[in-house]
């Protein structure tokens, strides 16, 4: 028995892959995925269609699942307007508001809107979700299970909130990956061979991740863990953590991608 019912998934890219990886694993009942360019051909459970047109006549999805680029919103979005009433549709859309999704999908459209992130390849995804007006709790749960299958979720009353989720969680992968990127380089700088180097960082992000998954200590007690008094750490962390390094620079970069995110919103 298929923990997930029917979904039509539109768009099959990086974040709708990773999704429909993690609903399959799950056990998936009998589903469609509408992408111009068609994906491989996933198993008998799966139709894949290269447009909206070409869904099987009958096919009644429990939801709808946005994942398409934002940009393409408004050219794709009207055509799944007749599933609003039968189902739920979940958008991972950035920046695209309920109201805005409401003026391509229909006025009474339930819609969850979430900001999934990229680490759900890996199943080890956040994703926050902001229920829009008449989502039942029957399809919150339905999403709850559809965003749980790409790692964790959470789930927030105020769809504002969505911006800074978007700078902090949404686009947080990169900044990690920058860190990744600079340590190298320092290494590099250092005398280590580029190599040696490259090992080092990604396995220094990679595991310290994973320390702080399998941790329940705060994130500051396992960086003093670290940080010997009078030691090399600390002298490094000097740098780091001066008022106009780290600290205010992380807080300008989460306040202008969240202002972007604003900006973006429609
Ligand atoms: N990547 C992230 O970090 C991240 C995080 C959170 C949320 N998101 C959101 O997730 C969504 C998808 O992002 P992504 O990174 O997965 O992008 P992506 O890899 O480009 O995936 C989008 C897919 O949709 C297909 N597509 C385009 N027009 C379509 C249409 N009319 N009908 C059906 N499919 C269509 C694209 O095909 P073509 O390639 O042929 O155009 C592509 O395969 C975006 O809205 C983004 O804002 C992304």
């Excluded at 509408?34 to 447009?51: H, S």
């Excluded at 500051?220 to 106009?244: C, I, N, Y």
Aim: hydrophobic share 50%; charged share 20%.
């Amino acid at each position: 028995m298929a923990e997930i019912p029917p979904i039509l998934l539109v768009g099959f890219g990086k974040m709708g892959g990773a999704m429909l990886a993690g609903w399959r694993e799950r056990g998936l009942a009998h589903s469609v995925a509408v992408d111009p360019v068609l994906p491989p051909v996933l198993g008998p459970d799966m139709t894949v269609v290269a447009d909206a047109a070409a869904i099987p006549p009958g096919f009644t999805p429990e939801a709808v699942v946005l994942a398409v680029k934002p940009q393409n919103a408004e050219a794709s979005l009207p055509l799944y307007a007749r599933f609003s009433g039968s189902a739920v549709f979940l958008s991972i859309m950035a920046g695209r508001t309920v109201a805005g999704m409401r003026t391509l999908l229909g006025e009474n459209a339930a819609i969850v809107r979430a900001m999934p992130n990229t680490p759900a390849a890996v199943r080890q995804g956040i994703s926050v979700a902001f229920p829009g007006p008449g989502v039942t709790m029957r399809q919150r749960d339905l999403c709850d299970t559809l965003l749980e299958a790409i790692g964790k979720v959470a789930w927030v009353d105020d769809e504002g909130l969505i911006d800074p989720v978007t700078a902090v969680s949404g686009g947080g992968p990169a900044y990690v990956f920058l860190l990744a990127e600079l340590l190298e380089r320092a290494a590099v700088e250092q005398g280590i061979p580029p190599d040696l180097a490259r090992l080092m960082a990604r396995q220094t992000v990679a595991g310290s991740g994973a320390l702080l998954a399998a941790s329940t200590e705060d994130a500051a007690v396992l960086r003093k863990a670290v940080t010997s008094p009078k030691g090399t750490t600390e002298r490094a962390l000097a740098v780091l953590m001066a008022d106009d390094a780290w600290p205010a620079l992380i807080s300008r970069a989460i306040a202008a991608a969240t202002a972007r995110s604003r900006e973006l919103a429609g």
